[in-house]
């Protein structure tokens, strides 16, 4: 899997309008093949920041989304923020749950 996490910092007054256009890139992700999952949220300690999420089955299918015309809007929309925002592409290579945990636990 690989995670494309982007934080904008928003100003209050645009913050309406950069949800609103976050929506349409939302969409255009949702409908892309090898998209998992899309995620629009405030930051919980600073309710000016918001937080987007796009999670690939792979790296391909996320180069395929970031070469697209339409993965510009998310480029564009950085732009206007009033602070740095933050991009990072994260690479997870295994994903465990509960009955890792259990073994871990039984190893005490």
Same mark, same amino acid.
């Given at each position: 899997?690989?995670?494309l996490?982007?934080?904008?910092?928003?100003?209050?007054?645009q913050?309406p309008?950069i949800?609103?256009?976050?929506?349409?890139?939302?969409?255009?992700?949702?409908?892309?093949?090898?998209?998992?999952?899309?995620?629009?949220?405030?930051?919980?300690?600073?309710?000016?920041?918001?937080?987007?999420? %796009?999670?690939? %089955?792979?790296? %391909?299918?996320?180069?395929?989304?970031?070469?697209?015309?339409?993965?510009?809007?998310?480029?564009?929309?950085?732009?206007t923020?009033?602070?740095?925002?933050?991009?990072?592409?994260?690479?997870?290579?295994?994903?465990?749950?509960?009955?890792?945990?259990?073994?871990?636990?039984?190893?005490?």
């Amino acid at each position: 899997m690989v995670q494309l996490y982007v934080r904008l910092p928003t100003a209050e007054s645009q913050t309406p309008d950069i949800v609103r256009a976050l929506s349409r890139v939302m969409v255009s992700a949702q409908v892309d093949r090898g998209c998992g999952h899309v995620e629009l949220t405030r930051d919980a300690d600073d309710a000016s920041v918001l937080i987007y999420v %796009e999670d690939w %089955e792979d790296r %391909e299918q996320l180069e395929r989304r970031i070469r697209s015309d339409r993965f510009g809007a998310l480029l564009g929309l950085m732009e206007t923020c009033p602070a740095a925002p933050q991009l990072e592409l994260r690479f997870v290579s295994e994903v465990q749950g509960l009955d890792y945990v259990a073994s871990v636990r039984q190893v005490q």
